[in-house]
C-alpha cells in the first residue's frame, strides 16, 4: 500500500482517462457509460461491459463478488454512492490504485511498477503510466511491458487524452 503522494501524478491522469474520465464530475456512477455498456452488450447479446465508473470498481472489488448480473450491479451502485458520500473523490483514488489487478497477483500500482519497471510507483514516467492504465480492462491478457500493439495503441490513445487534458506538457 502506498498513499496519494507516492504514486506519480502521470498514473493518477491516466487512470483516470482511460477507466473513468467523468471521475470528478459524477457522484459514484457515470450513468452515460451505464447506458453505453448496456446498449453494448444488448447488441453483443452477452453481459460483457460493465461501464463501471473507478468507484464503482472499488464497491465492488471490496464489497461484492465478481458475478455479472443486475443485482450485484444495483448493490455496486448503492455502495459507491455512499462510497462517495463518506470517503471523497482523493481516498477512493488512492483505494482504487492500491487494490486494482495489474495482473496475475500484482495487486497496486506500487506492486504493477515494480513487477514491470523495476522502479516505485512515484517514479513512472507518462509512457510506463498509460501501459499500466492501457492493459486495466484485462491485466491477465495484457502485459505493459510489452511491445504488444493493443498495449501501443491504447497507451498512445491515453497520451493523447492526457496531453489533451492539459495532463502533459506540449513537446
Known amino acids: 500500500w502506498v498513499g496519494m503522494s507516492d504514486i506519480s501524478e502521470h498514473l493518477k491522469h491516466a487512470v483516470i482517462i482511460s477507466e473513468d474520465d467523468m471521475f ?16 453494448r452488450d ?11 465508473s473507478i468507484t464503482q470498481q472499488v464497491a465492488k472489488n471490496l464489497y461484492l463478488s465478481p458475478a455479472r448480473n443486475p443485482l450485484r450491479k444495483i448493490k455496486e451502485v448503492l455502495i459507491a454512492w455512499r462510497l462517495e458520500e463518506t470517503l471523497g473523490k482523493r481516498r477512493i483514488l488512492e483505494i482504487y490504485l492500491n487494490i486494482a489487478e495489474w ?39 495484457w502485459n505493459p511491458a510489452s511491445e504488444s500493439r493493443y498495449v501501443a495503441r491504447n497507451s498512445r490513445r491515453i497520451l493523447a487524452r492526457m496531453k489533451e487534458s492539459g495532463f502533459l506538457p506540449e513537446v
Open 24 to 39: 470528478y464530475v459524477h457522484k459514484g456512477v457515470d450513468w452515460e457509460g451505464v447506458r453505453a455498456a448496456l446498449e
Open 42 to 52: 444488448w447488441k453483443e447479446k452477452k453481459l460483457a461491459y460493465g461501464g463501471s
Open 103 to 141: 495482473g496475475k497477483g500484482i495487486f497496486g500500482s506500487e506492486a504493477a511498477a515494480l513487477a514491470y519497471f523495476g522502479k516505485h510507483a512515484s517514479e513512472l514516467d507518462p509512457e510506463e503510466a498509460a501501459a499500466l492504465a492501457a492493459v486495466l480492462p484485462n491485466p491477465r491478457r
